[in-house]
Each structure stands twice: as C-alpha cells, then as structure tokens.
C-alpha cells in the first residue's frame, strides 16, 4: 500500500462539499454534519459522550445511521436532511 | 375474497406489474440515491418457488396445476403475503406483489418483509371438493416455506377465509398440532381477528378521507365511484356509504352500475349473491369501466386489478381523489399525467395497507393466544394507518414530491436501512 498527504485548498471543485442542519433532541440542539464526497455521504452529530457516525452512498441513510443513537428514525431523518442540492 | 374484478382482457395496461414495481422502485432507489450493493439485493426477490402438482377432480381426470411462492425480502421480519387463485397469475405478476409487500410493510411499520402466492387457476370453474384439494396439495407443497416465524399467508384476489382454514389445517396436520399463526385472514373461530374481513376498505376508508380533507372536501356528501365490488370494493363501498358518500357508480366483473342520486350497497351485495354480477340491478343505469373512469366525481375508488388507469386513459380521468384499493392499479406512466391535472392519489402501499396492518394483529394475537374486541382492532388500525398517512404527507412536503415517491422513499429506505444494518452473512 501506498499513500500520500496532499493539503485541500479552495477550488472551483472542492473534493467535498460540508452541510449542516440542526436536530433538537429534549431539548438539546445538536448540529448534524454532513459531508458529501464523490461517492457518498458522511453524517455525524456530537452527542454527550461521542460523536456518531453514518456512513452511505445515499444522505438518508448516512444521516440515519448517525441520528439512530439518538433515537431518531428513518422517516424523521429524511425530514430533517431534506431535499439535496446537487452541487 | 369473490372474484369480482375486472377482468384481464379489458386491462390497456402500458406496463406489466413487474414493469410498474421495478420503476416506482428504481424511482424511490433513485431519490434516495442508494447504493448498487442496495440496488441489487431490493430489486430481485430472496426467495422464489415454482410448484406443479396433480389434483385429481371430480370426473377421475387429473390436472396438474401450477403455483408460486415468492420471498422478496425479509431484512424487516417474516414475510408477509397474500395467494391469490387466478387464471392470469404467474411468476411475474407475483414477484410484483411481492416486492409491493415489502414495501408496504415497511411504510405502516409492521415488523414483516413481502412475500406473495398464487395459483393458476380460475376458482369459479371449480367445485367446492377440488377448490378444497388444489388449496390443500398447494400448501403441502409450500411446507417448510411458510410458517409463523417464515412466511405468513392471507387472502387475495380468487381466495378466502376457507382458503386460509384448509391451509392452516393442512400444516397442523403435518406439524401434529394446531398451529394458527401460520396464515392470517382466517375465520374468527379459527383464530382469525375481528375486524380482518373488512380491513383493507376500512383502511381505504380512513386515507381516502383524510385526501379528501386536504382536498377541502367532506366525505359527508361527496360523490364516490368505486371499481371493483369483491372484499375491497364492497367493504369500502358500504364503509363510504356509512359515512354518508354517495356511491354514484359500482363496476364488477360483469359490468356496471349507476345512479347520480346514489346507489345503496346493502341491495347490490344481496343482488350480487342471487345473480353473480352486479350489473342489472334494479334501479340502476348501466356503466362500463371506461365510463366509471372517467365519471366527475369527487373520490374514485380503485379496488379491482392492476393496471386500470395507463398513460393511455389518465386524461379521461376528472375525479379530485383516486384512492388505490387495489394493487398497482395506476402505472407509472399515468401518475405525471393526473399528478398535471391535480388529481390527488392515495398510494396503494398506503391506501390498501388495512387488511396487512390487521393481519398483523391477527399473527400478534395468535402468537399470545389473546383475543382484541372489534373496537380495539378498528381503533389501532386508525392509529396505525392515520401514522403513515403524516409521515408521508410530511415527507412529500419536506421534499416537494408527490405522495407515490415519498411512500415508497420511506419504505425503500426503511428496508435499506434494515439490510444495511443486518449486513451480508457470512
């Protein structure tokens, strides 16, 4: 295996594209992060002890991955992503 | 279930059923933007069986007939489906069917993944002792394929609570106990639920009502036309009647009936049950399918067959309300076209989903040996029903879609969200 460091710089086509939208939980209000790269999504939100994770070619189910330790359905994480521009 | 949809040969469906359920998939998959790896393991069926068997008939003669059992997922739970008996049904039409369960399993939350089964043949043309037979030698062909924590089958199209009797008879002959939970829609005696015949047009009852509202208009009062007069179509013909619709047409397999004043649906199931049709009875004009289609009325109730409204008759079509009793009885092709016009449709994986929900109730009360009062079943049927219907509105409007994109973006991505987390074994 090789790899390689190479350092992101503004472009006119950035290698990701960073979203953000906030879930209120009792009462606590927590950003959902999303990340959108070539092939996929990657969502967290910082909870009390951890920041989750969700990983997936499609936004609904990377958010719903990440929101699930909060309880947080599929339905309700397809609400709350919302409709994706396509950049 | 009676046999009294319309028939095949008055069909102008554009796309086959299998045609319609790969698009509305590849649709939601689409929006969704699923992954390949998802793509591939939702757009084919688990599981799938062809049976031929030999039944011997009346006059000596034996007659091999053909049946299926498709699994199309079960990343949720058991599957869940219906056998219908028919002339037309093969392979195809059931692995439609049955991916059109999985995904309504998934939009009303049930715990079960989509399954489906026929056989071909037309029940009418058989006597009650070798309905009995073709019903008992296919269940014994399907054992091992269906039980209660497998595959739980119910009445469709052509089948029965009776049907469902000599199914779970059959198998707890074989299991050398009585085992209810391997079928559901079965007679209350027998452990069926209260409430489980008239569910699905109950539930057909409860959405269409609630489209109306959005639409401005009381079902109180509002003009219905309903195609299809067999457990759907009856159910949620009365059911409207109750609630003071005005059924101005009713079609059946053979033919039609009409009446701008209102048609009282007590006088044509008893005119049914004399005669076999509908059509004739007294105090009514004649109407064809063609003519119901394209009536002005402010709810059409879809309850016979899929493929019923095509991009070919879509533009005839003036209701406000198309609620989808039935299976795929719109094709993908027609919905831009009456979605043009601002008619407002129900989903069927929606619309239909009472008799599922109550099946459901039925399998839960057979597994705890518990009986609900018919109250009960209605009332949490509502609840359920009431709570897809918001998260699909709540999804159409979050995301600008019609109501068919979001019922199926939810479900597809429930069962997604399922697989993804089951991962691939081993």
């Not at chain 1, 503004?10 to 209120?24: C, D, G, K, L």
């Not at chain 2, 093969?90 to 939009?107: G, I, N």
């Not at chain 2, 198998?171 to 079965?186: E, N, R």
């Amino acid at each position: 295996m090789t790899a390689s460091l190479e350092f992101d710089a503004p472009s006119a086509a950035p290698a990701f594209q960073v979203e953000r939208r906030f879930v209120t939980v009792l009462g606590v209000r927590r950003p959902l992060r999303l990340v959108r790269f070539a092939t996929g999504w990657l969502a967290s939100v910082d909870t009390a002890s951890d920041p989750t994770i969700g990983v997936d070619r499609s936004p609904y189910l990377a958010a719903r991955a990440a929101l699930e330790p909060l309880g947080i359905d599929m339905v309700e994480a397809m609400a709350l992503v919302g409709p994706i521009n396509d950049r | 279930m009676t046999l009294t949809d319309a028939p095949r040969d008055v069909r102008a469906a554009t796309l086959t059923a299998i045609e319609s359920a790969l698009a509305q998939f590849d649709r939601a998959a689409d929006h969704l933007d699923l992954s390949p790896d998802s793509r591939a393991i939702l757009r084919v069926p688990k599981r799938e069986w062809t049976v031929n068997f030999p039944v011997r008939m009346d006059d000596g003669r034996t007659e091999v007939f053909t049946g299926y059992r498709v699994q199309h997922n079960m990343a949720r739970g058991p599957a869940k489906g219906g056998i219908r008996f028919h002339p037309a049904t093969d392979l195809d039409e059931v692995r439609a069917l049955a991916m059109w369960m999985t995904w309504k399993c998934a939009l009303v939350d049930v715990p079960f993944g989509g399954a489906k089964g026929g056989v071909t043949v037309d029940p009418r043309l058989l006597s009650a002792g070798e309905l009995q037979h073709v019903t008992r030698r296919f269940a014994t062909e399907l054992q091992g394929v269906i039980g209660p924590e497998i595959d739980i089958p119910a009445p469709d199209v052509g089948t029965n609570a009776q049907t469902m009797a000599w199914i779970m008879d059959t198998l707890s002959m074989h299991a050398g106990y009585t085992v209810p939970g391997v079928v559901t829609g079965k007679p209350v005696g027998l452990g069926g639920s209260e409430g489980r015949a008239d569910a699905t047009g109950l539930g057909v009852t409860f959405t269409a009502q609630r489209a109306l509202a959005e639409a401005g208009i009381d079902l109180a009062g509002a003009s219905v036309a309903v195609q299809g007069f067999g457990n759907v179509g009856e159910a949620a013909a009365r059911l409207i009647h109750e609630r003071g619709g005005r059924l101005v047409a009713i079609t059946d397999v053979g033919g039609g009936v009409a009446n701008p004043v209102g048609l009282d649906p007590a006088r044509l199931k008893a005119f049914l049950s004399e005669t076999g049709t509908i059509a004739g009875a007294p105090g009514t004009d004649p109407i064809d399918n063609a003519g119901l289609l394209s009536l002005d009325v402010d709810l059409l109730v879809l309850a016979a067959l899929e493929g019923q409204v095509t991009a070919r008759n879509a533009d005839a079509v003036r209701a406000r309300v198309i609620a989808e009793g039935a299976n795929g009885p719109v094709t993908p092709d027609a919905d831009p076209i009456l979605a043009e016009r601002g008619v407002i449709t129900v989903p069927d994986i929606l619309c239909n989903a009472g008799g599922v929900i109550v099946s459901y109730f039925e399998w839960v009360q057979n597994l705890q040996s518990f009986a609900w009062p018919a109250e009960q079943v209605a009332d949490r049927l509502r609840q359920v029903i009431f709570a897809a219907y918001d998260r699909v509105s709540a999804v159409r409007d979050e995301q600008a879609v019609d109501a068919r994109l979001a019922a199926h973006a939810i479900a597809v991505g429930r069962v997604a969200d399922a697989q993804r987390i089951r991962g691939i074994y081993p």
